[in-house]
């Protein structure tokens, strides 16, 4: 089944929408308007890049691609122009959909470049599928080349429940961009029951909000990082969601409450999820990490496993393979993905403590930058933090902080406040965590830097 059959039968039969600013596209009036008009045709079992600036548009070409082009490979706005030949050739693509005046219709061995309509106009459509398109989603790789990993439609919506006809039509918005692979699957889940506002690059997150609260958005998603900054712009009130969602990072505790204290009618549900691995569960117990029986009692078509100390994962929604004459293995031998997220095991939860590559080395002893953070965090006067390695020549390295204070702590600036909320951050880092791990120097900072995908940007000083 195309995605078009999923829409034509879910979110368009029950008046759901595609919207961006003050532009509303009903999904119902897709079945005779195109972004590609009579051009699609000319696109059937091709490799496409998907290479479109503008949200709405990137939105309706997908769901027109699905089902006619053999591969689709969505390519986010701030994709370096440097890496587009890398990303033609892994993918063998022969033709360029995005804006024209870009630099990418000049990549060697493409045969077709055009540019799709802003909007969909009204024409003549036969929603004919032909073949399952492979999704191709972009994904940073350590030297910021991209990997290119493969999905088909199936396991990208592997984890989305279909809605019974009574329920209420779910208004869905969130702060990724749809073309990765969080933001692709609030776009999936939008389409199969109700409607989607986008999101606009750059937009400030007072104004995201604003614009999300007029829209009447019921269920939104994000990253801690994007649910935090949210949360610092004053704005987060606007709104009043009935869902709220984390994923890509670890939800620690403080990021948990304070969601909860701000909208108290809502759940909070925190997933892993990756765009290797897929959508693995989601938690919604209001605590931070899962419930051990999750691995032990496992039920259903996805397998857990941690016996190596990491999270690995076996499901429909996995991807299938890295793209490319080079690519490196997705799975083991076992067909488990294993994306080096490591767990620690405390009274009958397990808790994410960090990446296996992340690991502060603090003369021989090993700190996880994340768990110092989850410490940090759970402070009620602190908003974010960030713990990284600074050199030192005794011991190879030291743990410092960077932390994003509370709007109602930063108010309170005077340089005796700030001494007495270091030492509280201190004493709570002593009382919990060992004397290599607490951080030498704590740094408070107005903000942090975050990751196009809305991660914290985690390069070491």
Not at 198 to 220: K, N, S, W
Request: hydrophobic letters at 45%; aromatic letters at 4%.
């Amino acid at each position: 089944m195309a995605l078009w059959d999923l829409v034509a039968g879910g979110a368009a039969a029950r008046g759901g929408a595609l919207i961006a600013g003050v532009r509303a596209i009903p999904l119902s009036s897709l079945a005779g308007a195109s972004c590609l008009a009579g051009r699609l045709e000319a696109l059937r079992g091709r490799s496409v890049i998907l290479a479109v600036q503008d949200p709405l548009a990137a939105a309706i070409a997908m769901l027109e691609l699905d089902g006619v082009v053999r591969r689709m490979v969505l390519c986010t706005p701030d994709l370096a122009a440097q890496h587009l030949p890398h990303v033609a050739r892994s993918a063998q693509a022969d033709v360029w959909l995005g804006d024209l005046e870009s630099v990418a219709p000049r990549v060697d061995g493409l045969a077709l470049a055009m540019e799709p309509d802003p909007e969909a106009v009204p024409a003549r459509v036969e929603r004919r599928a032909t073949c399952d398109t492979e999704w191709v989603l972009l994904t940073s790789g350590t030297t910021g080349v991209p990997k290119l990993v493969g999905h088909s439609l199936r396991s990208l919506t592997h984890a989305i429940r279909e809605s019974t006809p009574e329920a209420s039509i779910p208004v869905w918005s969130t702060f990724y961009d749809i073309r990765r692979y969080g933001g692709l699957q609030i776009y999936l889940r939008a389409l199969c029951a109700g409607s989607l506002v986008l999101p606009v690059a750059g937009e400030p997150a007072a104004d995201f909000l604003a614009r999300v609260a007029g829209h009447g958005v019921t269920h939104m998603s994000g990253t801690p990082s994007h649910w935090r900054k949210a949360l610092m712009s004053g704005a987060a009130g606007r709104f009043s969601p009935a869902y709220v969602r984390l994923s890509g990072e670890i939800a620690d505790q403080g990021v948990l409450d304070a969601l909860r204290a701000a909208y108290p009618g809502a759940v909070v549900a925190h997933a892993f999820a990756s765009t290797e691995a897929g959508v693995a569960f989601e938690v919604r117990d209001g605590r931070a990490g899962f419930p051990a029986d999750l691995v032990a009692g496992r039920e259903g078509s996805v397998d857990l496993d941690v016996s190596r100390g990491t999270l690995r994962i076996r499901s429909p929604g996995n991807a299938t393979a890295y793209l490319g004459p080079d690519a490196p293995p997705l799975k083991d031998a076992e067909g488990f993905v294993d994306l080096g997220d490591r767990l620690e095991l405390r009274e009958g939860r397990y808790y994410f403590a960090g990446r296996s590559g992340g690991i502060i080395n603090v003369g021989g002893l090993k700190v996880h930058p994340e768990e110092v953070e989850a410490v940090i965090n759970a402070h009620p006067r602190v908003l974010m933090s960030l713990v990284r390695s600074r050199r030192n020549p005794i011991t190879g390295a030291i743990v410092t902080a960077e932390v994003v204070l509370a709007r109602d702590a930063a108010a309170e600036g005077s340089p005796a406040a700030q001494e007495r909320l270091r030492q509280e951050i201190l004493a709570a880092c002593r009382a919990t965590l060992a004397a290599h791990k607490v951080p030498a120097l704590i740094r408070f900072v107005p903000a942090l830097d975050l990751t196009p995908s809305g991660k914290l940007v985690r390069a070491d000083a």
